[in-house]
C-alpha cells in the first residue's frame, strides 16, 4: 500500500504545484498582448476557476467510469505534453487575438480559454478522480478526501510561491514552463511504469 499512497501523493503535489506556477506564470505571457492591468488577472483567475470545475466534474465522472490510475495518468500525459508546447503557441494565439478583439477585457479570457483550458481541465482532474479512486477502493483505503485535498492544497502552495518568488527572477518564463512541462511527463510516465492498478482491489467499472 506504501507504494499507491507514494503515487496518490506524488501526483496531487507535482500536479498541485504545476497548475498554480502557471497561474502565476500566465500574467507573464499576457501582458505583452493585454497589458499588465486588473483586468489581465481578473481573466487570469476567472478562467482558472472555470477550468477547475470543468476538471473537477470531468475527473468525478470519469473516476466511476475508469477507476484506475494508469487512465488517470495518461490523460496527465496529454496535458505535460499541452504545457510543453505552450512557448511555443501563445505568442501566434494572442497575436491573432489581440489584433481581432479590441477589449483587452474580452481578448484576454479568449487568450486564457484557448491556451490553458485543456491542461489546467485535466490538472484539476487529479484530486476527484483520486477521491474516485480511493471510494471504489472502499475499507482498504486509509486516504480521505479532505487528504487529498489537503495534499493538493500544500503542492499548489508551493508551486505558488516557489515560482513567484524564485524562478521567475532565475530563468526566462518560457523555460520554466517547458521545465514543468517536462516534470510532469516524467512523473506521469513513473506512474504508469509502477502500474498500482494491480495494488488496488477495485471492482470492475
Known amino acids: ?12 503535489v507535482t500536479f498541485g504545484a504545476v497548475v498554480m506556477s502557471l497561474e502565476i506564470l500566465a500574467s507573464n505571457l499576457m501582458s505583452p498582448y493585454f497589458g499588465g492591468s486588473v483586468y489581465i488577472w481578473g481573466s487570469i483567475i476567472s478562467s482558472f476557476m472555470v477550468h477547475f470545475s470543468v476538471g473537477y466534474v470531468l475527473g468525478g465522472w470519469l473516476s466511476r ?10 490523460l496527465l500525459v496529454v496535458c505535460a505534453l499541452w504545457v510543453i508546447m505552450i512557448p ?13 478583439v479590441v ?5 484576454s479570457l479568449i487568450a486564457m480559454n484557448v491556451i490553458f483550458l485543456v491542461p489546467v481541465s485535466i490538472m484539476a482532474m487529479v484530486s476527484p478522480y483520486i477521491i474516485g479512486i480511493t471510494a471504489c477502493w ?5 486516504f480521505t478526501a479532505g487528504m487529498v485535498l489537503f ?7 508551493f508551486g505558488t510561491n516557489v515560482t513567484a518568488f524564485y524562478l521567475i ?15 510532469c511527463l516524467v512523473v506521469c510516465f513513473v506512474v504508469l511504469s509502477l ?3 494491480r495494488r488496488i482491489a477495485i471492482p470492475a467499472a
Open 1 to 12: 500500500m506504501t507504494i499507491v499512497y507514494g503515487v496518490f501523493i506524488l501526483l496531487l
Open 65 to 74: 467510469r475508469f477507476p484506475r490510475i494508469s487512465v488517470l495518468a495518461t
Open 88 to 100: 511555443a503557441i501563445y505568442k501566434p494565439v494572442c497575436e491573432a487575438i489581440s489584433d481581432a
Open 103 to 107: 477589449d483587452v477585457r474580452l481578448g
Open 138 to 142: 472502499g475499507q482498504q483505503s486509509g
Open 151 to 157: 495534499i493538493s492544497t500544500v503542492g499548489s502552495f
Open 169 to 183: 527572477s532565475l530563468f526566462p518564463v518560457s523555460r520554466i514552463i517547458v521545465g514543468l512541462g517536462l516534470i
Open 195 to 197: 502500474r498500482v492498478d
